[in-house]
């Protein structure tokens, strides 16, 4: 599959994804205590990190946006 995730893109989910895991493990926030909350978050920040590091977003895919210049 051709990239569809620019660089920008790259770095916010880069940071979103890393955001999601610190507070899902490493927070000690009470909303987190949850399971649904905890591995949610975590889920959504491993999908994060694994489409900035593919530069293939499905939903991008689907939708036909492109924030990549090639």
Known sequence: ????VGTLD???R??????LLY???LSGMP???????????????????????LRVCPIYSILGVKTCRR
């Open 10 to 12: 790259r770095l916010l």
């Open 31 to 53: 909303f987190f205590d949850s399971v649904l909350a905890k591995y949610g978050a975590a889920a959504i920040g491993v999908v994060m990190l694994l489409v900035a590091a």
């Open 1 to 4: 599959m051709a990239p569809n």
């Open 14 to 19: 880069i940071a979103l994804g890393l955001a």
């Open 23 to 25: 507070l899902a493990f």
